[in-house]
């Protein structure tokens, strides 16, 4: 697909790509290129204090599974949706 390259440096990715990949609007882009060549990928950033709290989830995940103990289903859903971007969006 072609596109244009706009004022301000701008260009419209078609809506094709958007749908197909499920980006919305304030989704994150990272944009770069090698040998000419531009590559833009959508990526989750997570603040420091999101990768602590996932850090301490994980290693409290860990130190029950070691004891033994079985870790609510809740749980593991929370940090599979916070490892997924759910609030970084």
């Known amino acids: 697909m072609v596109?244009?390259?706009?004022a301000k440096s701008q260009i419209t990715i078609p809506?094709?790509?958007?749908?197909?990949l499920g980006l919305s609007e304030g989704d994150k882009l990272e944009i770069d290129e090698k040998d000419g060549a531009i590559t833009?990928?959508?990526v989750v950033v997570y603040?420091?204090?999101d990768i602590a709290d996932l850090q301490r989830?994980?290693?409290d995940l860990r130190r029950s599974?070691?004891?033994g103990q079985k870790p609510e289903l809740g749980e593991l859903?929370?940090?599979l949706n916070k490892l997924?971007?759910?609030s970084s969006k």
């Not at 809506?15 to 197909?20: A, E, L, R």
């Open 3 to 6: 596109t244009e390259l706009r």
């Open 15 to 20: 809506k094709q790509i958007i749908s197909k």
């Open 40 to 42: 833009i990928v959508p």
């Open 47 to 49: 603040t420091k204090k």
């Open 57 to 59: 989830k994980v290693d």
């Open 65 to 67: 599974l070691k004891s």
């Open 77 to 79: 859903e929370a940090l």
């Open 84 to 86: 997924d971007g759910g």
